[in-house]
């Protein structure tokens, strides 16, 4: 988690969301990295998730992420557990939980889904004070006062 917490400091560089993900082996050697650039790029799917899958496929040369764990510092959204779905992650680790738009225990719940052919573990809360203090920190330099 703390490798995801590393990269969620960099979104706001960007003007996006600090939320970071890193995709790791059995072993646990970081093989993709990723943050929210969705204002940085103009990507509608910009989320770090999908930046960490992808990248995790490109070295292992497959889209199957069979054995590997997705570790990210908000409960990931709907695009981003399907995603972690298909990509047949073996665990999905979370931080902070995401009421408003979780979709792994929250709002929704796909990757225990019955229905899916795949149901990867999952880890919720690791870190969730830490990953919560960024989230709050970032939102608050950009309410107004008042």
Not at 37 to 58: I, K, S, T
Not at 69 to 97: H, N
Not at 137 to 145: D, G, Q, S, T
Request: hydrophobic share 50%; charged share 25%.
């Amino acid at each position: 988690m703390r490798a995801a917490l590393e990269q969620a400091v960099l979104a706001p560089a960007g003007g996006d969301v600090p939320i970071g993900a890193v995709v790791v082996d059995p072993d646990g050697l970081v093989l993709g990295r990723g943050h929210n650039v969705r204002e940085a790029e103009a990507d509608p799917v910009g989320h770090a998730e999908v930046l960490a899958l992808r990248e995790a496929g490109a070295v292992l040369g497959s889209w199957r992420l069979a054995g590997c764990s997705l570790v990210v510092t908000l409960e990931p959204c709907a695009m981003c557990a399907g995603a972690s779905v298909l990509a047949r992650v073996e665990r999905i680790v979370y931080a902070a939980a995401d009421p408003k738009a979780g979709a792994v225990g929250s709002l929704w719940d796909l990757p225990r889904d019955r229905r899916l052919n795949h149901r990867p573990e999952v880890v919720p809360g690791i870190l969730a004070a830490e990953a919560g203090a960024l989230l709050d920190k970032f939102f608050a330099e950009r309410r107004p006062i008042g």
